[in-house]
């Protein structure tokens, strides 16, 4: 992949003395297997058959330092793609060039991580956490995680510790999925759908560094366009008889849809080698009523007791009351026989439930790192979620519900950096 980062990059280097430049390389990778005693798809590929594509994550990052002042940075990465369900991906991740005009401020170009959540960076590099899997609650919200723009960050040394206040902005392309329990309205087959997107992104981030403890305050907007043209849709209720209703689902809404996303995060020892750790994310969209808005968040327990790490974490979803009786009345239609003799408006709107989804689960985790060496890791985890009202993060087959189950899932991974 080819971008004017990447080309930038390699002229920033080629230009220098070959005195000055100063290389760094980093390997990376996990190897992950996960097995859910359901056979419903959750997280896109967990199921009772198992599978390895969930975690599994390969990846190498180049740093080019010409000057004191002047760097530039290269990542690619294999992984799941973000476009289909069954298959790895090569991507250029990173393509940055860095500048510190003084020890205080940085300014960064190029193709970036969003520094919404506490692993926003490392977050495919599983060597540098204790958690087998990063709670999906909070990290799989969002399909987009990577911009093309810039950034600039402050920093502010303090007696207690570091104080840093980032500012970005940046566009990129990418896919919204949606699982589809039967053909969405006879065009498109059942199953899993990547609305292709583009993004763009702008927001601050605060954060709080003292030795080893962090604390993140993050606030971004997003602005979101459907790459096809299409417009948004905005379910509207219809009454066009007495004891008829439904939801008007035809595109025809706003040509982009905004949303704001608030992250809090921390990560603190507390005493006797115990650290806490906690995130919550809020989503709430602007221009389409009862959808799109949600609350996560996660409270974690660990301890490192000689090279085990065992932890424990709790974790809950829930879309807003709003859009949960939303996505009620459209997954159960009471429209009248009469009135909709072909199905067509009853399949319009469990169509839409699914294209719109919601989240009301929470999940219960207990698992254990091994340090291999300092810089590798096996993991095994156990957890049990429980979905409520529904769950997009389950996929079910036409017929079914996600609502009110409950399901475990084993998870097992070897992760190393290097």
Known sequence: ?????????????????????????????????????????????????????????????????VSPEWSATLQGRLAPANFTDDRLDATLAWAFVSWRPSNDWQ??????????????????VGATFDYARLPAEVYFLSSIVDFIGGSALKTWATDSGDLSLEAYWGRNNGYWRQYFRTSYLGMSPAGDYYLPITLEVRGLSL???RDEDVYKFTYYQIRDRQRSGYRWVVPTLE??????????????????????????????????????????????????????????????????????????????????????DLHRALDNPTIPAAA??????TAMQ?????????YDQYTWSIGTAYALTPTSKLKAEWSQTHVGAASSLVDTP?????????????????????
Not at 107 to 124: C, D, Q, S, V
Not at 398 to 418: D, K, T
């Open 1 to 65: 992949m080819r971008t004017p980062t990447a080309l930038l990059l390699v002229a920033i280097a080629v230009s220098a003395p070959a005195s000055a430049v100063d290389y760094s390389t980093a390997v990376f990778g996990t190897l992950g297997y996960a097995r859910s005693d359901h056979p419903f798809a959750y997280q896109r590929s967990i199921d009772d058959n198992g599978t390895f594509l969930r975690d599994s994550v390969l990846g190498a990052q180049l740093d080019i330092r």
């Open 207 to 209: 954060a709080f560094h």
């Open 398 to 418: 036409a017929g079914e519900r996600a609502s009110h189950q409950r399901f475990n899932v084993l998870s097992l991974s070897y992760s190393f950096v290097f």
């Open 107 to 124: 300014l960064r170009a190029g193709k970036l991580r969003i520094p919404g959540y506490l692993h926003a960076e490392n977050m495919e």
């Open 239 to 324: 009454t066009p008889a007495p004891g008829v209703s439904y939801y008007n689902l035809v595109p025809g809404g706003p040509e982009e849809m905004r949303l704001s996303v608030l992250a809090l995060g921390a990560d603190v020892g507390i005493g006797n080698g115990f650290r806490l750790a906690g995130e919550a994310v809020q989503c709430k969209t602007f221009d389409i009523p009862s959808v799109f808005n949600m609350t996560g968040g996660y409270l974690a327990l660990r301890k490192r007791i000689g090279q085990w790490t065992p932890y424990v974490y709790h974790a809950r979803l829930r879309s807003s009351g709003a859009q949960l």
């Open 350 to 358: 469990k169509s839409g439930a699914d294209a719109f989804g919601a």
């Open 340 to 345: 909709d003799p072909t199905g067509f408006i």
